[in-house]
């Protein structure tokens, strides 16, 4: 079946570091989401990601997806102690169910 | 709107017991999804709802039973609990609408340990 690569599986930095998780498709994916979980609770929808090349940005959180639509990022800027937690990426092909990568988890030394 | 909601929020099982886990949602999506969470595995999708009356299996079904008789709910039944069950299941819905894709609206998920 399809598969989403994500790399870190674990991130450490210290606050006000930045941050930078990514997720790899070997074929061409029609959109990609990014989730946030917080320690303990659910994954919670950040973005989605549709054209190619295309960059989106949340205060200090950047999206990118690549020109092939077969990888995307998410950069956080000087990370904050709330950005903690798991982000996932979920990519999708066509009218193909979600296929979510392995996350990544950002913890973080104040 | 409470959102996508899931009972009980832990929940310890012995070997080859059986029990259903429970989801709603209030918003009338169309979709309906069963994930499982275990570490360095992210989220697998286990059984999913196009709408009420149809069902179908995801990437990890084998163990697990669901049905739709209703919009709302989406329970899943696990028949006859095992270790390897042991894990975090989280109830999620999407709408249909065009041009959103899927984006999944989670429940606060239930633990489950099965000794």
């Known amino acids: 079946g399809q598969q989403v690569m994500q790399i870190p599986q674990y991130q450490h930095v210290q606050e006000g570091e930045d941050f930078t998780t990514y997720c790899n498709s070997s074929?061409?994916?029609?959109?990609i989401q990014w989730y946030k979980q917080r320690p303990g609770g659910h994954p919670v929808f950040l973005i989605q990601?549709?054209?190619?090349?295309e960059v989106k940005k949340q205060k200090r959180l950047t999206f990118q997806f690549g020109e092939a639509k077969k990888n995307s990022s998410l950069h956080i800027t000087a990370t904050q102690t709330t950005d903690v937690g798991t982000y996932f990426c979920?990519?999708?092909?066509?009218?193909?169910?979600?296929?979510f990568g392995q996350g990544t988890r950002l913890t973080i030394n104040p | 709107n409470a959102g996508v909601t899931q009972t009980p929020k832990f929940q310890v099982l012995k070997t080859g017991q059986s029990m259903t886990l429970q989801c709603a949602q209030d918003?009338?999506?169309?979709?309906m999804s069963w994930y499982r969470q275990d570490p360095g595995m992210g989220l697998r999708l286990i059984h999913y709802?196009?709408?009420?009356?149809?069902?179908d299996q995801g990437e990890v079904p084998n163990g697990y039973n669901v049905s739709r008789s209703t919009t709302e709910d989406f329970p899943l039944r696990l028949l006859s609990a095992a270790p390897s069950q042991t894990s975090v299941y989280f109830c999620?819905?999407?709408?249909?609408?065009?041009?959103?894709?899927?984006?999944?609206?989670f429940g606060p998920g239930t633990r489950l340990l099965v000794l």
């Open positions: 709802s196009v709408g009420a009356g149809i069902t």
């Open positions: 990601l549709v054209k190619s090349g």
């Open positions: 979920a990519g999708q092909w066509g009218a193909q169910k979600l296929v």
């Open positions: 999620a819905s999407s709408s249909r609408a065009s041009g959103t894709g899927q984006t999944q609206y």
């Open positions: 074929t061409t994916l029609s959109n």
């Open positions: 918003m009338n999506h169309e979709y």
